[in-house]
C-alpha cells in the first residue's frame, strides 16, 4: 500500500542537524501513512553510513537516494517527487522541525478547496520569533524602490503590512500567497504532474520563488497557514561551505536568474536599474559616514553582471532587426 505522504528532505553534510530532523518528524508524526524520503547530495561526513544504519532501523519507512555528485537543492528533491507513490509531497528542510499537528494541520487545509495545490507553515527562528516567508511574486521595481529608499515608512502600517509582505508583514493569518519559502512546503501530487518540479537550471536559491510563481500562472493556490508552525535554523549548511558573503552573492545572483526566466527582459531590466541606484545611494551615505560597504560592492557586481548579459542579448536582437 503507498504512503499518503511523503517526506523529502535533501542532506548535504549534515549529519547531526539531519539526525535532529527525523527524529522530531518522529516525535510529531503525522496521522498518516508516511515515508521518509532523503536524498544525500554527496556529503563527506557520515551522512550516508548514517542513514544507512537507520534505515536498518526503519525499514520501508525510510528511502535513501545517496548522489554521487552535489546536485543542488531543486534537482535533488525532484528526485524525490519523481520516486514518491504519494498523494501529497512534504518538502522539509534537514534544519527544520515540525511543531506538534504541524504536518496534520497542512493536511487538513487541503480539504477546503481542491484548487488549492500548496500550503505553507509558518517558519520560525531558533528563539522562536517570526521568520519572514511569505513575499510578493513577482518582484517589481516600484518594490524595489520602495523598500530600498525606505519609503515604505510613508505608508500606514496596515497598507505597508498587506502590500509588500515579508518582514512588513505579521503572518498572522490564513492568506492566498504567490510565494512561500521552500523551506517547509507541502504540494499536492496533482500540482507536479501538472507543472513538474524545481527548474534544474537552478542550483540553490531562487528555484522555490521560481516554482511558486508556475504553480500560481497554472491556476493553482498557495495558501499560508499560520497555525501550523515550523521551526527553521537557516542557512547552516551554505554559510559552511561558501561563507557569509559569498552565500550573499549566491543567494542574488540566484533571485536575478528567477527573474531572467519569469519576467519580460524590459521588466527585469528596470528591475535591475532600480536595484543599482537603490545600492549607488547606500554606497554614498556609507561613504559619507566612512562605513564599509563591501557588502554591497559585491552586490553591485552581481546585478551589473546580468545586467551587461541582459543588454548585450537586446542589443543583439535590435542589430539583427
Given amino acids: 500500500m ?14 547531526k542537524l539531519l539526525e535532529d530532523c527525523l527524529n522530531n518528524i518522529s516525535n510529531f508524526p503525522p496521522s498518516c501513512n508516511y515515508e521518509l524520503i532523503v536524498i544525500d547530495n554527496d556529503s563527506h561526513d557520515d551522512s550516508v553510513a548514517w542513514l544507512e544504519k537507520k534505515k536498518s532501523e526503519l525499514g520501508d519507512r525510510l ?8 546536485v543542488g537543492f531543486g534537482r535533488a528533491n525532484n528526485q524525490g517527487m519523481s520516486v514518491s507513490k504519494a498523494k501529497y509531497f512534504f518538502l522539509l528542510n534537514s534544519d527544520a522541525f515540525v511543531s506538534s499537528n504541524a504536518i496534520d494541520t497542512l493536511l487538513e487545509d487541503f480539504d477546503r478547496d481542491p484548487k488549492i495545490g500548496v500550503v505553507a507553515p509558518k517558519l520560525l527562528n531558533a528563539d522562536m520569533t517570526l521568520q519572514p516567508s511569505v513575499y510578493r511574486n513577482p518582484p ?19 497598507i505597508r503590512s498587506n502590500l509588500l509582505l515579508g518582514p512588513f ?29 524545481f527548474d534544474s537550471s537552478f542550483h540553490m536559491y531562487g528555484e522555490d520563488q521560481e516554482f511558486s510563481l ?3 500562472r497554472a491556476g ?12 527553521h535554523l537557516g ?19 540566484g533571485y536575478l536568474h528567477f527573474q531572467e526566466l519569469s519576467l519580460t527582459k524590459l521588466e527585469f531590466i528596470l528591475n535591475c536599474i532600480a536595484a543599482v541606484f537603490v545600492i549607488l545611494l547606500e554606497k554614498l551615505w556609507r561613504s559619507i559616514l566612512r562605513r564599509p560597504s563591501d557588502d554591497i560592492d559585491a552586490s553591485f557586481q552581481v546585478y551589473l553582471r546580468f545586467l551587461r548579459v541582459n543588454l548585450r542579448f537586446r542589443d543583439q536582437e535590435d542589430s539583427s532587426d
Fill in 63 to 70: 528511502m535513501l537516494i545517496p548522489n554521487n555528485e552535489n
Fill in 169 to 197: 508583514w505579521p503572518h498572522n493569518e490564513r492568506k492566498r500567497v504567490r510565494f512561500a519559502s521552500g523551506a517547509a512546503l507541502l504540494v499536492r501530487r496533482e500540482v507536479y504532474d501538472e507543472v513538474g518540479g
Fill in 235 to 253: 542557512a547552516k549548511s551554505t554559510i559552511a561551505r561558501w561563507g557569509q558573503t559569498e552565500r550573499n552573492t549566491k543567494f542574488l545572483a
Fill in 2 to 15: 503507498n504512503p499518503e505522504l511523503s517526506i523529502i528532505i535533501v542532506n548535504w553534510n549534515g549529519r
Fill in 140 to 158: 517589481t521595481a516600484w518594490e524595489i524602490l520602495v523598500i530600498g529608499l525606505r519609503l515604505y515608512k510613508l505608508m500606514p502600517r496596515k
Fill in 214 to 216: 508556475r504553480i500560481i
Fill in 220 to 231: 493553482w493556490q498557495i495558501v499560508f497557514c499560520p497555525s501550523a508552525e515550523v521551526v
